[in-house]
């Protein structure tokens, strides 16, 4: 571990092996950037230019691989991070905060180099975008480096926001899309993405395209024949599995980035580049957020070479193992529900979200008046629900209200139901669920698993191509889970024909109820005994974690509100299960934030956010400064608490006033009583 980092001149250099790159690493791409015309975190647009306007190739249907790469950058970005100045944007956090929290008058341009190649496994399918860059300001005397291991099912910028930290600090940052990625394979025209996001022809990429669906011509033009427009996205159509991996892929990103760091900064002996800061010598944290900070956590149960020496990572994506043993209690009550895979919850919030917004206890919930478009729809879908037995109650109202409390019995924290709406409108769940259950079962784009496909879409909300910008600039654009940049979720199974499932029905349905039959047909895979079920369920028990860190010093920060990633099915549990494994070993804190979310951008970008939600960013910043301080003078972290924030406030659903410091107070040293998280006998105690 490397507590303390030494020069690369000791005299055991001497002996330090040739610098050989990783076998798996294939063609290698390497560009410098000065730091002023383009750098590596803002792609020239500094801090003002990424809280500006889109910045839009010169020519939208044949962008160029700078005019991709600035484009991804700003939108994953923008779309990780709340960017206005009321948010805390240029006061707390982004390009122009130095690492010492000062806010400086430059605009954060970094200059420096960016590797960027594909890891493959040989069959030239796999093809895991690995990226590391290296600041000009890097020390090979104190060598650093971070993992940023992409959030969601993003590209491999979807983890910029993290590498920001790394960045400042003169951290190398190891980047890895972790096999999803934005770019589709376009069904009808054979056309695929290139490591850059560039598009051409399947043929014409061969081995060197980002993704191609794995089936044959034949098999493509009967596809196209019967469903036209469709495209085929990676997480869900590789037939990889690729999440059981995130782990392996984050370890074989920290190895690029180790021979990246020597490729630059190794001595030079007898003409070749030698290993000579290896990992005895380089201090490396795992970190990320969302799926990225679940890819750290899955890296550090796998280390076995001990390459990390710290982990610090945001709202992770941590599948249980069944029957793990953990009780979570909150406030000395135990929690109902908690520990149940991503899978398993998000089918359960798919089914019931657009009901339950319509509780009206949610009437000044964000997003709820964005519902008057869906005219009947989420009563209908309550009414089908109801008619299941899924939900009880006589009336919209009773319907809505037993969803609601459906919810929150399956896991979810009382604060987060006032999300629910948002997220329903917004598709969350039912992109994540079809998603998965394609990926998880290793299904074929051709088999339209539960009647669900992705399109473009017509006026009609009928399935038609999208654009040809929205095609050529996707890889910036996109988020690997449609409904996305021009891409909608499309239910084939709607008896007039296929349409946009958020407007459809489902079969046999005189009435729009978005689907309710699709959504059943999702939740049922997480317990029964189809061939594709069985083969989801399968798929699902090869990403669990085991809670094993090895010993290696842990930090997760979690918002108590989260309503994608709730916390009594991922962090707090985790933190019972770690105990667990681990014993008195356990070198893991866990900080829960109030009034804090899965999605910051969503404070600036939807009315009633800023209201409500702190910048859980800020935290995540702060957990990587409290593991450095750690990993480099032993400085002690923060113990398992329960940071109390303060909202914003306001009128409620309009601007918010300026956040101020107050309104984010950092983490104890020594939490009162009635802040403490503790774990007692595998009962996770967390306050109220």
Known sequence: ????????????????????????????????????????????????????????????????????????????????????????????????????????????????????????????RQNVTMMVQIPASFDPARPCLITAT?????????????????????????????????????????????????????????????????????????FNAAAPHRLAFKHAHSQRNPEKDWGLFTLQAIEFGIWAINDRHGEVRDGQRRRTIDKDKLLVIASSLSNGGGAAVAAAEADVQGLIDGV?????????????????????????????????????????????????????????????????????????LASAGIVKGATLAEQAASAQQALRDYGWEPESSVLHASLGFFEVASAVSVTYANALSRASVTDRLCGYSFSGINAAFEPAPVTQ??????????????????????????????????????????????????????????TGNSPQALALQVGQRLTLRNGNLRGKPALIVHGRDDALLPVNHTSRPYLGLNRQREGAASRLSYVEVTNAQHFDAFNALVPGYGNRYVPLHLYLNRALDAMYDHLRSGTPLPPSQVVRTVPRGGTPNSPAPAIQPSNVPGFAANPAAGDRIEVVGGIVEVPQ
């Not at 889109?54 to 044949?62: E, Q, R, V």
């Not at 994953?76 to 010492?100: E, H, K, M, R």
């Not at 940049?485 to 349905?509: E, T």
């Open 312 to 384: 610090a990572v945001s709202e992770p994506n941590l599948n249980m193992p069944q029957d793990a043993g953990i009780t979570v209690r909150r406030g000395g009550t135990p929690v109902a529900v908690n520990g149940r895979t991503l899978y398993d919850y998000t089918t359960m919030a798919n089914l019931l979200q657009l009901c339950a917004a319509q509780d009206p206890a949610n009437a000044q919930a964000p997003a709820v008046g964005f519902y008057a478009t869906l005219g009947a729809i989420p009563a209908n879908r309550c009414a089908a």
């Open 1 to 124: 571990m490397a507590l303390v980092a030494c020069g690369s001149d000791d005299d055991d250099d001497r002996g330090a092996p040739v610098n050989q790159r990783p076998a798996y690493i294939g063609s290698l791409t390497v560009h410098e950037y000065d730091g002023s015309a383009d750098d590596l975190l803002t792609a020239g647009l500094g801090k003002d230019g990424l809280a500006g306007t889109a910045p839009l190739p010169a020519d939208p249907n044949a962008p160029t691989r700078t005019e991709l790469r600035r484009y991804a950058i700003w939108s994953n970005y923008t779309a990780l991070v709340d960017v206005s100045a009321a948010g805390g944007y240029g006061t707390l956090y982004g390009p122009n905060v130095d690492a010492q929290g000062t806010v400086t008058g430059g605009q954060g341009k970094i200059p420096g180099v960016e590797y960027l190649a594909y890891a493959d496994d040989g069959s030239g």
């Open 469 to 526: 910008a929205q095609m050529a600039n996707m890889f910036s654009t996109g988020n690997g889970v449609p409904p996305s940049s021009g891409v909608q979720l499309i239910n084939d199974l709607d008896p007039r024909g296929p349409r946009r499932d958020l407007l459809s029905r489902s079969p046999g349905s005189p009435v729009d109820d978005a689907n309710t039959a699709g959504a059943r047909c999702l939740r049922d895979l997480v």
């Open 150 to 222: 992409s959030s969601g099912s993003r590209g491999v910028y979807g983890g910029i926001s993290t590498g920001e930290w790394g960045l400042k600090r003169g951290c190398a940052v190891a980047y890895t899309d972790k096999g999803t990625g934005a770019a589709p394979h376009d069904l009808g025209n054979d056309t695929v993405a290139l490591i850059d996001g560039t598009r051409t022809s399947r043929a014409a990429a061969g081995r060197e395209a980002h993704f191609a669906a794995p089936i044959d011509d034949n098999a493509r033009a009967a």
